[in-house]
């Protein structure tokens, strides 16, 4: 379209530097918060197209709104929805562990595109003169370019959590107080002297978002009452700063609330933080274990006294699924087992390790291994009571070259904070796994997760592979609770029909089929829980 510079007799001068770098600036924020958006969701959602997807429509939109005629018309209620939408986003992001799916997408796609929209409006409302739009959409090029750099490349490197995500809300609100608005401008003593326009503005910014602030508050109220009061608190202070605060005033004071509430939650300094190309991983004491967790999700607990220093613990404990597998390993094969694990987390599993093992640990994350290695954090690995070895890659490639029948069993216990990576559970996968079992062999799938029932998948998914498949949901007793810290989970077991059907005398059962995922196509929508 062509720019709005009409009359403006400075309309033809070349674009001063600072211009430029409001541009680049105004740029760099909404295809930063897209990139960091899919990762903050991909960390306990799934890593797959689904997901990355939905981040891509929403910033491929905000474009078509902004630049169009007809979506200009929209963009003075947008800019005042902005605000609101950039403080929502606090709230996912200090307490994402618990919110259900759907809520969690609406809120980060829709605060992402009301955003970005804003952004974008601001941006097109400043683009200069036709003969220098080439270089207008050459800075809002690069500053696509140079977010990405910062999101994928640097932000990893530089920061040991995922902070460019507030940095980037931050930026967003300063993008905002830079660029020109769509409406007149209301200074802050209209505000205080309560004039019409001034209230009907406060209106349009506080009103929508403390509408949906409530209903996610009260969302989380019937799941965790604790949890829902921490997010009322959050959502009633950024809910002041949006009330209060307007333009530069508005990004500044965000800046300040967020610095604090980083600055408050430091004071519990993990005892190692590490962050990778596959997230974030923290070491943490909690009272008389030691603990890691990927993102937001626990992956494994170790007591610091000797009798439970090398017991099975949390998703393993010797009364669920884990122990069933391993007394039917022992039952069958008396000495010399070969066990493989996907996925290694602190070593857990080998609190089932015997003399004249021979256990592989397939691992895609270096600085896992590293960890659990690592004897001033866990000794699974170093009390190991049997031959380790550790193969470092994608469980699927490094699977291709080991030799058919290899193992007695094949534990596949692999996830990204919460999510489980689908290309682990496909028809093509199971085929793979069990193609390097030993006669009588087992696969065993730990599918617990908060948001997928994942159970009926793999049902479905084994039978379409001629595979038999048998589903266990474990709840541990008020003992195994406080004593090893058992949890709740979900587990299947997979090969040939003889092997499997071993295991329907303990408490192993069908379940109800779901989708087929394989190479092609997986349904996630399918197996939302």
């Not at 209301?186 to 409530?214: C, E, F, N």
């Not at 009798?307 to 122990?323: D, K, S």
């Not at 999510?419 to 390097?436: D, G, I, K, S």
Request: aromatic letters at 8%.
């Amino acid at each position: 379209p062509t720019p709005a510079s009409g009359s403006d007799p400075t309309a033809d001068r070349s674009p001063s530097l600072g211009r430029q770098a409001r541009w680049l600036l105004a740029a760099f924020v909404p295809a930063g918060l897209l990139s960091a958006t899919t990762n903050h969701l991909a960390t306990d959602l799934v890593s797959s197209p689904f997901i990355w997807i939905g981040p891509l429509a929403v910033y491929l939109l905000s474009f078509v709104v902004a630049f169009s005629a007809s979506g200009r018309a929209a963009l003075p209620v947008i800019d005042r929805l902005a605000p609101g939408a950039a403080a929502l986003l606090w709230v996912p992001f200090f307490q994402q562990q618990a919110w259900p799916m759907v809520p969690l997408l609406l809120v980060e796609l829709g605060s992402l595109w009301i955003l970005a929209t804003a952004i974008h409006g601001r941006l097109a409302l400043d683009r200069p003169a036709e003969r220098h739009l080439t270089r207008f959409y050459v800075v809002l090029s690069a500053g696509g370019m140079l977010a990405t750099a910062f999101v994928a490349v640097v932000a990893p490197l530089a920061f040991n959590a995922i902070y460019e995500y507030p940095l980037l809300i931050v930026a967003g609100l300063a993008a905002l107080a830079l660029l020109p608005s769509p409406r007149p401008a209301l200074p802050i003593r209209l505000l205080l002297r309560g004039s019409r326009p001034a209230a009907a503005d406060l209106a349009l910014r506080v009103v929508p978002y403390a509408a949906i602030a409530t209903a996610l508050v009260l969302l989380l109220a019937g799941r965790h009452a604790g949890l829902a009061a921490d997010t009322a608190g959050i959502a009633i202070v950024s809910g002041l700063v949006v009330a209060v605060a307007v333009n530069a005033r508005l990004a500044a004071a965000t800046g300040a609330i967020l610095v604090a509430v980083l600055l408050v939650a430091t004071t519990t300094e993990p005892l190692l933080r590490v962050r990778t190309f596959f997230g974030v991983i923290e070491i943490r004491n909690e009272g008389d274990r030691r603990s890691e967790y990927s993102g937001t999700t626990l992956h494994g607990t170790q007591y610091f006294d000797e009798a439970r220093r090398l017991a099975a613990t949390v998703y393993y404990v010797a009364g669920g699924p884990m122990g069933d597998v391993f007394d039917d390993l022992r039952s069958r094969v008396r000495d010399g087992a070969r066990v493989g694990v996907v996925g290694l987390g602190v070593g857990t599993a080998l609190a089932y390790a015997v003399p004249g093992d021979d256990w592989t640990f397939f691992e895609i994350d270096q600085a896992v291994i590293d960890i659990a290695g690592n004897e001033r954090y866990f000794t699974y690995l170093r009390d190991a009571p049997a031959p380790v070895r550790m193969v470092l890659g994608d469980a699927r490639l490094s699977l291709e070259r080991e030799p058919a029948g290899s193992f007695d069993v094949l534990v596949v216990d692999a996830f990204s904070s919460d999510a489980v990576p689908v290309h682990l559970l496909t028809r093509e996968a199971l085929q793979l796994y069990h193609r390097v079992l030993r006669p009588g062999g087992i696969v065993l799938l730990h599918l617990s997760n908060r948001h997928y029932d994942l159970i009926p998948v793999a049902n479905a998914t084994a039978r379409s592979a001629r595979l038999g498949v048998l589903a266990l949901a474990y709840a541990p007793g008020t003992r195994v609770v406080q004593e090893l810290a058992g949890t709740a989970t979900s587990y299947v077991i997979v090969g040939d029909w003889p092997s499997v059907e071993r295991f329907r005398y303990r408490d192993w059962s069908d379940s109800d089929r779901g989708a087929v995922f394989t190479d092609d196509f997986a349904n996630l929508l399918a197996a939302l829980d």
